[in-house]
């Protein structure tokens, strides 16, 4: 049983340091912004750094990959990225068909152009 909890300890302090503490946060938002129109300044403004930081992610991924995707071409990881822009787009605003493209997109990219 001890030999359980001490396997189990990473996973314990990962939930306590890094799940809890942000569900909080969005308990907190959820509770704040309840009353809220969409329209008001502060869901505009809250919707546009969460737009904002979700591209300074995908931009830091595509340009300073590490790991298996740095061995894939700049051009096929911007033109994945492309490519899966245009299926969301084309997919009525689909998140699901953006994603499968683009990984698709990715994977055909790197197998022809290593």
Excluded: H, Q
Aim: glycine fraction near 10%.
């Amino acid at each position: 049983m001890k030999e359980a909890i001490v396997d189990l300890g990473p996973y314990f302090v990962l939930i306590l340091v890094g799940f809890l503490p942000n569900e909080v946060w969005r308990l907190v938002g959820l509770v704040t912004a309840r009353g809220l129109s969409e329209d008001s300044e502060l869901v505009v403004w809250s919707r546009t750094v969460a737009t904002a930081l979700l591209a300074g992610v995908i931009a830091k991924l595509i340009l300073f990959s590490s790991g298996e995707l740095a061995g894939v071409a700049l051009p096929v990881r911007i033109g994945a990225a492309a490519f899966a822009f245009l299926i969301f787009l084309a997919v009525k605003r689909s998140v699901f068909a953006g994603v499968l493209a683009g990984e698709a997109a990715l994977l055909l990219g790197a197998y022809f152009f290593p």
